[in-house]
């Protein structure tokens, strides 16, 4: 659906996305409507940033009451949903990790939609320290803590 903007509401194979941000991005659900995701949004910011969240729209004084009251995981109940529900660890158990036909370990990252190749590894821990390694790096890089 082009042109609709929501903060953390994205539209992705058929369903609505939402995600928050804090340290890391956390991902909140699929939704089957947008309305529903932008909502999901709105109260997970919210319950993570305080006065200080980046709504779509503003929290009812009831609804702002609620959330303040909710944890984390009591929010994530209520509203039916799994963090990182839908993500699947694969065989390694590590994440840009994976094991080639040649039984070398492929260390890779994907950027919107491109895929960076960090190295072909003789070992499973020298592949993850190499992710490691990258992840570090960018992450120092770009400034996020």
């Given at each position: ?56 729209y503003e929290l009812s004084e009831d609804e ?12 994530v109940e209520k509203l039916g949903l799994t ?57 120092s890089f770009f400034g996020y803590c």
């Amino acid at each position: 659906m082009p042109g609709l903007a929501f903060h953390g509401v994205h539209y992705k194979n058929q369903s609505w996305h939402a995600y928050v941000k804090k340290d890391k991005i956390r991902y909140v659900g699929i939704f089957g409507s947008m309305l529903e995701a932008i909502k999901a949004y709105d109260m997970a910011e919210y319950n993570l940033h305080g006065t200080n969240a980046l709504l779509n729209y503003e929290l009812s004084e009831d609804e702002a009451i609620e959330v303040e009251r909710m944890d984390w995981n009591m929010l994530v109940e209520k509203l039916g949903l799994t963090i990182q529900g839908r993500r699947k660890h694969q065989k390694t158990g590590y994440r840009g990790v994976r094991q080639v036909m040649s039984g070398k370990w492929l260390a890779s990252y994907y950027y919107r939609g491109t895929v960076i190749q960090l190295g072909l590894f003789e070992a499973l821990d020298v592949a993850v320290k190499a992710y490691d390694r990258w992840m570090k790096a960018t992450i120092s890089f770009f400034g996020y803590c």
